[in-house]
C-alpha cells in the first residue's frame, strides 16, 4: 500500500512533458502544471500557429498566457525531495541495447552521462555527482560515453595504458615500458596524443585550405562553363544566320542562272523558230514555182511553149541546210561545266574553311586534362569517319565502297585534270581535315609472290618469298607536294608526312627519309591514333588485341590528313567502318 502511495506522490509532482519532478513549477489557466522551461519550450514550437494548447488537456489559449511561477507547489516539492521522494525516471532514461549503461546502477540500469577514463567506468546523472562536487574526482577525464574502457586496460598486467611506445606504434602501461619495451622510444599517451592533435590540426588546415583552392576552381570551371556555353551559343546563332544568307544567296544565283539559261533558251529556240519558218515558205514558194514548170512542159503547143517561157521568174534566194551548224546536245553543256567547277571550288573552299574551323575548335582549352586511351573501347571513343578525296587519287588508283576502299589498277582511270592530283607516287589523301584527337584503321591486302624450285639432283625445294611492293598508312600535312615522283611527293620522305610502311611480312616506319625498322605482330590491319594537340601519333596492330608498333612525339604545326599509297600489283586498303563507344 505505502509503495503505490509513494507511486502515486510521484506521478502528482512530475512534468507530463518531461517526466522528472516539477522544475520551476508553473500552472496554466486549465490547471494543469508544468515544469516552467518545458511548457515555454512547448509553446515556442507553436508560435507560428498563433495560438497555445495545454499538452493534457488540449485547451487552446489566445493571446500566450503569462505564467508565474507557483510558490506553493515549488515548496511542496523541494519539501518532498528532502524527505527522499524523487521522480521515477521515465523509460527513455533506461539504457536499451545500443546504449552505454551505468557502472553503478543495480537493477535495471540508466544510460550512462558520461564515462571516466581515469576510473574506466560509465555513470548516470545520479553516480555522477561525486565526480561533479568531488575536488579530488574533479580532476578526472570525463568523456561521452564509451563502451570501450577496457580496451584501456593493459591485458598483461590489468594496468590503464597510460603511455605510448613509439617504436612499436602502441598504447601501453608504465608495467610493459620497464617490460617488453625496455629500451623503446616511449612517451606518456597524452603526449603522444598532443603531439599527433598538432599534426591533425595542421593536416586539417592543409585539408581546409585544399578545400578552399578547391571551391574556388570549382567556381572557376562553372564561371568557364557559363563562358563556353554563351560563346558557343553566340557562335551557332550567327553561324546559322550566316549560312542562312549563304543558302539565299546560293538559291538567289541558281534563280538567276535558271532565268538566264531559260532566256537564252527562248531567244535561240525564237531563232530557231523564225528560220524554220523561212524555209518552210521556200519549200512552199518552190512546189509552186516546180509545179508551173511541169504544167508548161507538158504544153503540146510549141507556140504557147516558147510564148510563157521567158515570162518564168526567176528563183529567189535560197537558204542551204548546210550553212546550218547543228550542234546535237552541245548547247548548255558549257554551262553545267561552268556551274560544276564552281561547285568544285566553293567545295574545296568549304573545305578549307572546315579545315580552319576544326584548327579553331581544336584549340579551345579543355581545362582538366583528359586520360589516354588503353583499350581498343577507348581509342573508339575517337573514331574519325575518314573518307578518300577523289581529287589527290592517282590516275592508277580505283576508289569504291563510298571512297574508303581504294585498289591498285593496271590502267589509268578517267580522273579529270587537278592540281590536288597525285601524278608520280600512287597515293591519295583523306578529304576531312584531322585535329584533337582522332582514330582509325585500314585494313591492308599486299601481293606475296612465293617461288618453289625443286632440286633435280636431290628432289630438295627451294622456297623464295617475292616482295612486290607495299602500302604506305600515312598522315600528312595538307600542303605536301604532289606533282612529280620527288620525295618530296612520297609519303615518309620528307618532313611533312609520316608513314607506317607494310610490305605483307613486315613494317618499318618512314619520316624525312629517315626508315625505322619496326617489330610487332604482323596483322593486315593497323590502327592509327592521332592526339594533334599533345603531338602524339601511334601505330598499332590490330587482331584481337592492340599492340603498339611505333609512336612519335612532336609538334604538328597544321592539320592533318591521312593518306594511303599503294606500290603492289593488286594491292588493296580500306578505311573500316568503326563503332564508335561514346
Known amino acids: 500500500m505505502a509503495q503505490q502511495e509513494n507511486q502515486l506522490d510521484r506521478e502528482r509532482f512530475c512534468c507530463s512533458i518531461c517526466l522528472d519532478l516539477l522544475k520551476d513549477p508553473v500552472t496554466t489557466v486549465c490547471g494543469h502544471s508544468y515544469c516552467k522551461s518545458c511548457i515555454n519550450t512547448h509553446w515556442d514550437k507553436e508560435e507560428e500557429r498563433g495560438s497555445y494548447s495545454c499538452p493534457q488537456c488540449r485547451q487552446t489559449f489566445t493571446p500566450r498566457p503569462v505564467l508565474e511561477k507557483s510558490t506553493m507547489l515549488a515548496d511542496l516539492v523541494e519539501e518532498l525531495k528532502k524527505t527522499g521522494l524523487q521522480a521515477a525516471p521515465a523509460d527513455h532514461c533506461y539504457a536499451g541495447p545500443e546504449d552505454v549503461a551505468c557502472d553503478v546502477c543495480t537493477g535495471r540500469k540508466l544510460k550512462a552521462l558520461k564515462s571516466c577514463l581515469n576510473c574506466l567506468a560509465s555513470y548516470c546523472e545520479k553516480h555522477l555527482q561525486r565526480h561533479l562536487q568531488s575536488a579530488a574526482l574533479k580532476k578526472h577525464k570525463l568523456v561521452e560515453p564509451s563502451e570501450k574502457l577496457q580496451e584501456n586496460i593493459c591485458s598483461r598486467h590489468d594496468e590503464v595504458m597510460k603511455m605510448f611506445c613509439r617504436t612499436d606504434q602502441q598504447c601501453i602501461c608504465y608495467l610493459c615500458s620497464v617490460d617488453e619495451h625496455k629500451g623503446h622510444d616511449t612517451v606518456s599517451a597524452a603526449a603522444e596524443r598532443t603531439e599527433r592533435q598538432r599534426e591533425l590540426g595542421l593536416r586539417r588546415q592543409t585539408i581546409q585550405q585544399r578545400v578552399q583552392d578547391t571551391e574556388k576552381d570549382v567556381k572557376l570551371l562553372q564561371q568557364e562553363e557559363e563562358a563556353v556555353n554563351g560563346s558557343a551559343d553566340k557562335a551557332v546563332e550567327d553561324s546559322e544566320e550566316i549560312f542562312t544568307e549563304l543558302i539565299r544567296l546560293l538559291e538567289k544565283r541558281s534563280s538567276d542562272v535558271k532565268q538566264q539559261i531559260r532566256s537564252q533558251q527562248e531567244t535561240e529556240v525564237s531563232r530557231v523558230r523564225e528560220l524554220q519558218e523561212r524555209l518552210e515558205q521556200e519549200i512552199t514558194e518552190l512546189k509552186r514555182e516546180d509545179h508551173e514548170l511541169k504544167q508548161l512542159s507538158e504544153t503540146e503547143d510549141q507556140h504557147q511553149f516558147l510564148h510563157n517561157y521567158p515570162s518564168l521568174s526567176p528563183l529567189s534566194g535560197s537558204t542551204h541546210s548546210s550553212s546550218i551548224r547543228i550542234r546535237p546536245l552541245r ?53 574519325q569517319k575518314i573518307t578518300l578525296y577523289p581529287n589527290t587519287v592517282h590516275r592508277r588508283l580505283l576508289l569504291s565502297e563510298g571512297n574508303r576502299k581504294v585498289t591498285y589498277m593496271s590502267e589509268d582511270q578517267s580522273y579529270s585534270n587537278h592540281p590536288d592530283r597525285f601524278t608520280g607516287w600512287h597515293q591519295v589523301l583523306s578529304r576531312e581535315s584531322l585535329t584533337g584527337r582522332c582514330y582509325w584503321e585500314v585494313e591492308m591486302k599486299v601481293e606475296v609472290q612465293v617461288n618453289v624450285w625443286v632440286d633435280d639432283w636431290g628432289g630438295e625445294e627451294e622456297v623464295e618469298v617475292e616482295l612486290r611492293g607495299g602500302v604506305d598508312v600515312a598522315v600528312t600535312y595538307k600542303n605536301i607536294s604532289r606533282a612529280g615522283d620527288s620525295g618530296e611527293c612520297r609519303f615518309g620522305l620528307n618532313d611533312k608526312s609520316w608513314s607506317l610502311y607494310f610490305d605483307g611480312t613486315s613494317y618499318t616506319f618512314r619520316y624525312n627519309s629517315i626508315i625505322t625498322p619496326v617489330s610487332g605482330p604482323v596483322s593486315s590491319r593497323v590502327g592509327v591514333y592521332l592526339d594533334h594537340r599533345a603531338g602524339v601519333l601511334s601505330f598499332y596492330s590490330v587482331s584481337d588485341t592492340m599492340t603498339l608498333l611505333h609512336s612519335v612525339q612532336t609538334t604538328f604545326t597544321q592539320p592533318l590528313c591521312a593518306g594511303v599509297g599503294l606500290y603492289n600489283y593488286r594491292a588493296k586498303a580500306e578505311l573500316v567502318k568503326l563503332i564508335s563507344s561514346h
Open 331 to 383: 548547247y548548255f553543256e558549257d554551262v553545267t561545266a561552268a556551274v560544276s567547277q564552281v561547285g568544285g571550288r566553293l567545295q574545296d573552299i568549304l573545305s578549307d574553311t572546315e579545315t580552319n574551323i576544326l584548327q579553331i575548335l581544336s584549340q579551345v582549352d579543355v581545362l582538366l586534362p583528359q586520360p589516354e586511351p588503353e583499350t581498343r573501347a577507348d581509342f573508339l571513343k575517337y573514331s
